[in-house]
């Protein structure tokens, strides 16, 4: 059903900095990219384990690629489904399965889903502490 509803945009990726390019090539790149921090990366294991663990992960980062100051509308699950690369059941599952984990918190709005990721942020804080 999404692949009907969305479609993949492509960016121009030749004014990427090659801080970025030197890392990914511009084919890889070349629909966006999720930042991602070193010490998300560090506490992975922790955080994103066991079966479902790579789904859980996708989905975060779907959010996390929505996730803009100037936002018109908040995301819906069957888009963010779409970014993430999986189905929306799949999705729905994994975000409520985040809930549980109380890594993320979710409140409908008239428009889709409003998600903070504040209890992720947390746990990588805690996870990474020196």
Do not use: H
């Not at 990726?13 to 070193?38: A, I, M, R, Y």
């Not at 489904?81 to 409908?108: D, H, S, T």
């Amino acid at each position: 059903m999404s692949k009907d509803l969305f479609k993949r945009t492509k960016i121009n990726t030749s004014n990427l900095p090659s801080n970025l390019t030197s890392k990914w090539s511009p084919e890889v790149l070349n629909e966006g990219f999720v930042p991602f921090p070193k010490r998300l990366l560090r506490c992975l294991p922790k955080l994103f384990s066991g079966t479902g663990g790579v789904e859980k992960l996708a989905t975060v980062l779907a959010i996390v690629d929505f996730q803009r100051g100037n936002l018109s509308r908040d995301p819906s699950p069957e888009y963010l489904a779409f970014v993430a690369g999986i189905a929306p059941e799949n999705f729905e599952r994994n975000l409520a399965q985040l809930v549980v984990e109380k890594l993320v918190m979710v409140e409908e709005t008239e428009t889709g889903l409003k998600i903070s990721l504040q209890g992720l942020l947390n746990a990588i804080e805690e996870q990474t502490k020196e």
